[in-house]
């Protein structure tokens, strides 16, 4: 249909040039000062990191920082690995099942866990699993990834589940038990292969979340050096003592989440490419 004469893009000089109309200087302040907000944590962390090199240096010259720092790492994984280990069933379960109430299911496992107050958590673990039971497990390692598990594994739950769902609207798994393929081929030999990436990125998000966890530990497996103290447990005890070694501890605390980040990254532009 011809346009007519001076309605088409090119009288229009701005839209053939590309240039972009002018932002507003309200929305302009609103951005950029949101911006330097968020950013502001990060900036004095690290200055006060660079600046004082010397409090770094006797953190990490504390053996009750590397055993925090120890106890952190190992229980991070570990959450990390049972939630793998349970996150690929449920996702199946979620994504291939005949759940009346899946929805129901997946807000309790997925959304709930991560929206609860971390304290919360370790009232109720406390409550269940603590003294007063016959079972008791407080104050112990293993009170530590539990606390750190129920707020951590939804985020291998929740990307693993959405790249099953996306590889069902495929239907691969029809063709895959077309050709004979039973529910543990299709699993193990065309979900897990084709979701990788995604997997990957769930349990580095899940470690990272768990290196960070505190609420929950803290009332659950308490602050006992040596034994249940974590890294975040261990920086909130010096804050009121030395807050700036307490400033030097969460800066090791910033940097695996920034590298948990950055491979999460990574593994989605690896995808995407």
Not at 93 to 102: D, K, S, T, V
């Amino acid at each position: 249909m011809r346009l007519p004469h001076g309605s088409g893009p090119c009288y229009h000089g701005h839209v053939m040039r590309g240039t972009a109309p002018r932002t507003p200087v309200a929305i302009n302040v609103l951005a950029y000062g949101w911006m330097a907000w968020l950013l502001l944590p990060f900036a004095v962390l690290f200055a006060g990191f660079l600046a004082r090199l010397d409090l770094t240096y006797s953190v990490f010259a504390d053996p009750r920082f590397l055993s925090a720092f120890w106890i952190s790492l190992a229980s991070a994984f570990l959450t990390a690995a049972i939630a793998g280990f349970f996150a690929i069933p449920a996702a199946y379960a979620l994504a291939f099942g005949r759940f009346r109430n899946a929805s129901v299911l997946e807000t309790l496992m997925i959304d709930i866990p991560q929206t609860l107050p971390p304290v919360a958590v370790g009232v109720i673990y406390l409550f269940a699993l603590g003294p007063a039971t016959p079972w008791n497990i407080a104050y112990t390692f293993l009170a530590v990834i539990i606390a750190k598990l129920v707020v951590a594994s939804p985020f291998a739950l929740s990307h693993t589940l959405r790249r099953f769902r996306d590889i069902r609207e495929t239907k691969l798994d029809l063709i895959a038990r077309s050709l004979g393929a039973d529910t543990k081929d299709v699993l193990l030999r065309v979900l897990v292969p084709m979701s990788r990436r995604e997997i990957a990125a769930g349990l580095t998000l899940t470690w990272a979340r768990a290196m960070g966890e505190f609420g929950g530990s803290l009332i659950f497996a308490g602050v006992i050096a040596y034994k249940t103290e974590i890294l975040p447990t261990y920086a909130n005890r010096l804050s009121q003592q030395a807050p700036l070694l307490a400033l030097a501890a969460s800066t090791v605390m910033v940097a695996f989440a920034l590298l948990a980040l950055v491979t999460v990254k990574s593994l989605i532009a690896g995808k995407e490419r």
